[in-house]
C-alpha cells in the first residue's frame, strides 16, 4: 500500500512556507491551508459563494463549513489535516479532513484562547453512498455527528499541533469498524498521554461543542461532540458515577477546562487535587444514583456446570456443523434495548420483552449497513429463535479475562445494589452475560431459578446479600497491590457500552453509547484466579486473554 508522510504547509503571509515536521502516526494525511491546492480539498466556501462553485461543493462538507463560517468569519481557509488517500477509495482514515481554527476564547469569563479542531467525514458529506448510505434528511447524516476538540494555546503558539487530528481519526475507526456511536458524556479510556508526552491527561470525555450547533444537511441532521481530556482519577470517577457529573465539575474548575471544556495538556493537578471538596459531591453521587454504566462488551465466556461438556443438545457452545451457537437477531435486540432502558433510575428497571415485529435484531426501519451499539459482526441469527429454549441452570461457571473480571465489582455495588441489571457482550464470540437485581423486572432468571439461558444468552440473578457477601471476596480484584496498569490503548480491546433512554432516536440504529476501556495486566497478577460459592453453585474464573481465543472458549 502506498504510504505517504506529512507534508505541512503553514502561510506566512500569502507565500512562505514552513518546512516539513515528522509524519503523524497515520502516514497518509498531509496538512495544508484549506484554500491550498489538493486532492479534493476545494476551499471553505463561504455564504456567498459563487452558484458553480457551490453546486460542485459536496452538499455535506458545505453545510458544515457554513457552520464553521459562522463561527469563524474571519479564518475562511483554515488549516487544515486532510487524508491523502480518502476512506472511500481504500485509505486508512475515515476523516477526510480535520480543520483547525484559531479561538480567541473570553478572558472575563475564564476562557482561554485555543485552537479548536473540527472533523469532516464522520456524516455524510457526499449523498452518494461512496461512504455513508443515505437514509433521508429527517434522521441522521451518515453516524449524525462530527468531532470537535479545544486545545489550549500555549504562549508564543503560531500553528496549531496535529496530533488532535491523529487523535480524532483514531476515535473515527473504531467508529466505522465497530459501527457503535458516542453521545454526551460517553468517556474514552486512554491510558497513555494524549499528544505522546508525560502529560497526565490521558483519557477523554464526551460532551456537545459549547459553540457548534446542529446542523441540517441535504442528507440529514448532523451534531458536534466535543472531545475533554481528562485525568485518571476523574476518568474513574465518570465510570463510577457519571460521565456528565464530572463534566459539569470540570466546568466549574477554570484549569480544567472551564465553561467550554478547554483541554490543557500541562495542567499537573486532578479536580480534587484543585477542590478535594468536589470528590465529597462524588461520592455523594455514587452513594446516591450509583453507577450509569449498564454493559460492557469484552472477554468472557460461560459454562453450564449442571450437564456434561459433551451433552452439545442444550449447550452454551452448541455447533451446526462446524459453526458455535450464536446469539440469535431478537436476543440481540433483547440486549441491546436491556441496556437502551438501563439508565431509567426514576422508574422500576425492566428488560424489554422480545419483540415478535423484529427479525434478525432489526427494526423495519432499520438501514442494514449500520450496526446497533452491541450487534456484533455475526450476530444474525444461525438457529431459528422459536427453537431456542429457555433453560434453568443449576449451576454456572463464568469466565473473564482481567481487564472484564475487574469490572465486576463495578457492576455489583453500582448497578445491582441499586435495583439494576448490568451485561457483559462477549467481543470474541456471539454469547451474553446478564447480572440482573430482584428488582428487575422482564428478567427469565427469576429467585427459584436464578440461573436461566436463552440460547447463549445468560442471566443471573443476584440477591442483595449475595451480592455483598461476593463483594468482599473479590475484594482483592481491585486492591491496590493488584490493580490494573496503565498502558496505550488499542481501540479493539475493551468497549463499554452504554445507553440513555432520553437520547435522541437515530434513524436506523439505537441511541447506542460507547467507553473504551483498554488496560494491560501486571505481570505480577497470577491467572488463572478461581473465586467460588458451592452454596449457590457458582463459580467465576479470572483468565488470560488466550484463553478467549478460541470461539469455544
Same mark, same amino acid.
Given at each position: 500500500?502506498?504510504?505517504?508522510?506529512l507534508?505541512?504547509?503553514?502561510?506566512?503571509? =500569502?507565500?512562505?512556507?514552513?518546512?516539513?515536521?515528522?509524519?503523524?502516526?497515520? !502516514?497518509?494525511?498531509?496538512?495544508? $491551508?484549506?484554500g491550498?491546492?489538493?486532492?479534493?480539498?476545494?476551499?471553505?466556501?463561504?455564504?456567498?459563494?459563487?452558484?458553480? &462553485?457551490?453546486?460542485? &461543493?459536496?452538499?455535506?462538507?458545505?453545510?458544515?463549513?457554513?457552520?464553521?463560517?459562522?463561527?469563524?468569519?474571519?479564518?475562511?481557509?483554515?488549516?487544515?489535516? *486532510?487524508?491523502?488517500?480518502?476512506?472511500?477509495?481504500?485509505?486508512?482514515?475515515?476523516?477526510?479532513?480535520?480543520?483547525?481554527?484559531?479561538?480567541?476564547?473570553?478572558?472575563?469569563?475564564?476562557? #482561554?484562547?485555543?485552537?479548536?479542531?473540527?472533523?469532516?467525514?464522520?456524516?455524510?458529506?457526499?449523498?452518494?453512498?461512496?461512504?455513508?448510505?443515505? =437514509?433521508?434528511?429527517?434522521? !441522521?447524516?451518515?453516524?449524525?455527528?462530527e468531532?470537535?476538540?479545544?486545545?489550549?494555546?500555549?504562549?508564543?503558539?503560531?500553528?496549531?499541533?496535529?496530533?488532535?487530528a491523529e487523535?480524532?481519526?483514531?476515535?473515527?475507526?473504531?467508529?466505522?469498524?465497530?459501527?457503535?456511536?458516542?453521545?454526551s458524556?460517553?468517556?474514552?479510556?486512554?491510558?497513555?498521554?494524549?499528544?505522546?508526552?508525560?502529560?497526565?491527561?490521558?483519557?477523554?470525555?464526551l460532551?456537545?461543542? +459549547?459553540?457548534?450547533?446542529?446542523?441540517?444537511?441535504?442528507?440529514?441532521?448532523? @451534531?458536534?461532540?466535543?472531545?475533554?481530556?481528562?485525568?485518571?482519577?476523574?476518568?474513574?470517577?465518570?465510570?463510577?458515577?457519571?460521565?456528565?457529573?464530572?463534566l459539569?465539575?470540570?466546568? *466549574?474548575?477554570?484549569v480544567?477546562?472551564?465553561?467550554?471544556?478547554?483541554?490543557d495538556?500541562?495542567?499537573?493537578?486532578?479536580?480534587?487535587?484543585?477542590?478535594?471538596?468536589?470528590?465529597?459531591?462524588v461520592?455523594?453521587?455514587?452513594?446516591?444514583?450509583?453507577?450509569?454504566?449498564?454493559?460492557?462488551?469484552?472477554k468472557?465466556?460461560?459454562?453450564?456446570?449442571?450437564?456434561? #461438556?459433551?451433552?452439545?443438545?442444550?449447550?452454551?457452545?452448541?455447533?451446526?456443523?462446524?459453526?458455535?451457537?450464536?446469539?440469535?437477531?431478537?436476543?440481540?435486540?433483547?440486549?441491546?434495548? =436491556?441496556?437502551?432502558?438501563?439508565?431509567?433510575?426514576?422508574?422500576?428497571?425492566?428488560l424489554?420483552p422480545?419483540? !415478535?415485529?423484529?427479525?434478525?435484531?432489526?427494526?423495519?426501519?432499520?438501514?442494514?449497513?449500520r450496526?446497533?451499539?452491541?450487534?456484533?459482526?455475526? %450476530?444474525?441469527?444461525?438457529?431459528?429463535?422459536?427453537?431456542?429454549?429457555?433453560? /434453568?441452570?443449576?449451576?454456572?461457571?463464568l469466565?473473564?479475562? /482481567?481487564?472484564?473480571?475487574?469490572?465486576?465489582?463495578?457492576?455489583?455495588?453500582?448497578?445491582?445494589?441499586?435495583?439494576?441489571? &448490568?451485561?457483559?457482550k462477549?467481543? @470474541?464470540?456471539?454469547?451474553?452475560?446478564?447480572?440482573?437485581?430482584?428488582?428487575?423486572?422482564?428478567?427469565?432468571a427469576?429467585?427459584?431459578? $436464578?440461573y436461566?439461558?436463552?440460547?447463549?444468552?445468560?442471566?443471573?440473578?443476584?440477591?442483595?446479600?449475595?451480592?455483598?457477601?461476593?463483594?468482599?471476596?473479590?475484594?482483592?480484584?481491585?486492591?491496590?497491590?493488584?490493580?490494573?496498569?496503565?498502558? #496505550?490503548? %488499542?481501540?479493539?480491546?475493551?468497549?463499554?457500552?452504554?445507553?440513555? !433512554?432520553?437520547?435522541?432516536?437515530?434513524?436506523?440504529?439505537?441511541?447506542?453509547?460507547?467507553?473504551?476501556?483498554?488496560?494491560?495486566?501486571?505481570?505480577?497478577?497470577?491467572?488463572?484466579?478461581?473465586?467460588?460459592?458451592?452454596?449457590?453453585?457458582?463459580?467465576?474464573?479470572?483468565?488470560?486473554?488466550?484463553?478467549?481465543?478460541? +470461539?469455544?472458549?
Amino acid at each position: 500500500m502506498l504510504r505517504l508522510t506529512l507534508i505541512r504547509r503553514l502561510a506566512i503571509g =500569502t507565500t512562505g512556507i514552513v518546512p516539513p515536521v515528522p509524519a503523524l502516526r497515520t !502516514p497518509m494525511a498531509e496538512l495544508r $491551508p484549506s484554500g491550498a491546492p489538493g486532492p479534493t480539498a476545494p476551499p471553505a466556501p463561504g455564504p456567498t459563494a459563487p452558484p458553480a &462553485f457551490a453546486s460542485l &461543493f459536496p452538499p455535506g462538507l458545505h453545510a458544515i463549513y457554513g457552520e464553521c463560517r459562522r463561527l469563524y468569519p474571519d479564518q475562511p481557509n483554515p488549516l487544515q489535516v *486532510t487524508a491523502i488517500v480518502k476512506y472511500w477509495l481504500g485509505g486508512p482514515d475515515p476523516l477526510d479532513y480535520v480543520s483547525m481554527y484559531r479561538n480567541v476564547g473570553s478572558p472575563s469569563a475564564n476562557i #482561554p484562547e485555543h485552537w479548536h479542531y473540527i472533523s469532516f467525514g464522520l456524516s455524510d458529506l457526499y449523498g452518494d453512498n461512496r461512504v455513508h448510505e443515505f =437514509t433521508g434528511t429527517d434522521g !441522521p447524516s451518515g453516524f449524525g455527528f462530527e468531532l470537535t476538540f479545544r486545545l489550549k494555546r500555549e504562549t508564543g503558539e503560531s500553528a496549531p499541533p496535529t496530533w488532535p487530528a491523529e487523535l480524532m481519526q483514531g476515535l473515527a475507526r473504531y467508529v466505522f469498524q465497530s459501527e457503535n456511536t458516542f453521545c454526551s458524556g460517553d468517556h474514552v479510556s486512554w491510558h497513555s498521554p494524549l499528544d505522546n508526552s508525560e502529560s497526565r491527561i490521558q483519557h477523554m470525555l464526551l460532551t456537545e461543542d +459549547p459553540q457548534m450547533q446542529p446542523v441540517q444537511t441535504p442528507f440529514g441532521v448532523v @451534531t458536534f461532540l466535543q472531545i475533554v481530556g481528562v485525568c485518571t482519577e476523574e476518568l474513574h470517577s465518570a465510570q463510577q458515577w457519571n460521565g456528565q457529573g464530572i463534566l459539569e465539575l470540570l466546568r *466549574t474548575v477554570p484549569v480544567a477546562g472551564g465553561p467550554w471544556l478547554i483541554t490543557d495538556m500541562r495542567r499537573g493537578e486532578t479536580i480534587f487535587e484543585i477542590d478535594p471538596h468536589l470528590q465529597e459531591r462524588v461520592d455523594k453521587g455514587i452513594e446516591t444514583d450509583g453507577s450509569n454504566l449498564s454493559g460492557v462488551s469484552a472477554k468472557c465466556a460461560w459454562d453450564d456446570l449442571s450437564r456434561p #461438556p459433551e451433552d452439545d443438545e442444550d449447550s452454551r457452545s452448541i455447533c451446526i456443523g462446524t459453526q458455535p451457537r450464536r446469539l440469535s437477531g431478537k436476543d440481540t435486540e433483547q440486549i441491546r434495548e =436491556t441496556l437502551r432502558r438501563g439508565l431509567e433510575i426514576n422508574s422500576k428497571p425492566v428488560l424489554p420483552p422480545i419483540n !415478535p415485529q423484529r427479525q434478525n435484531g432489526l427494526a423495519h426501519d432499520r438501514v442494514p449497513s449500520r450496526k446497533d451499539s452491541l450487534e456484533s459482526d455475526s %450476530s444474525t441469527a444461525i438457529i431459528p429463535h422459536e427453537l431456542i429454549r429457555t433453560r /434453568q441452570l443449576e449451576s454456572v461457571h463464568l469466565k473473564f479475562n /482481567q481487564e472484564s473480571g475487574a469490572l465486576i465489582p463495578l457492576c455489583l455495588r453500582g448497578r445491582l445494589l441499586h435495583g439494576r441489571h &448490568f451485561t457483559y457482550k462477549s467481543i @470474541t464470540g456471539d454469547m451474553a452475560i446478564t447480572f440482573v437485581s430482584t428488582g428487575v423486572e422482564g428478567a427469565f432468571a427469576t429467585e427459584e431459578h $436464578p440461573y436461566a439461558a436463552h440460547g447463549p444468552w445468560l442471566q443471573i440473578l443476584l440477591t442483595e446479600e449475595f451480592v455483598e457477601k461476593m463483594l468482599e471476596d473479590l475484594e482483592d480484584l481491585t486492591s491496590p497491590e493488584e490493580r490494573l496498569s496503565p498502558h #496505550p490503548a %488499542s481501540l479493539a480491546t475493551l468497549v463499554l457500552a452504554e445507553t440513555v !433512554p432520553q437520547q435522541r432516536e437515530r434513524r436506523g440504529r439505537q441511541p447506542g453509547r460507547v467507553r473504551l476501556v483498554c488496560l494491560q495486566p501486571q505481570p505480577e497478577f497470577k491467572l488463572p484466579k478461581e473465586y467460588s460459592w458451592p452454596e449457590k453453585k457458582l463459580k467465576v474464573s479470572i483468565l488470560p486473554d488466550v484463553v478467549f481465543d478460541s +470461539p469455544l472458549h
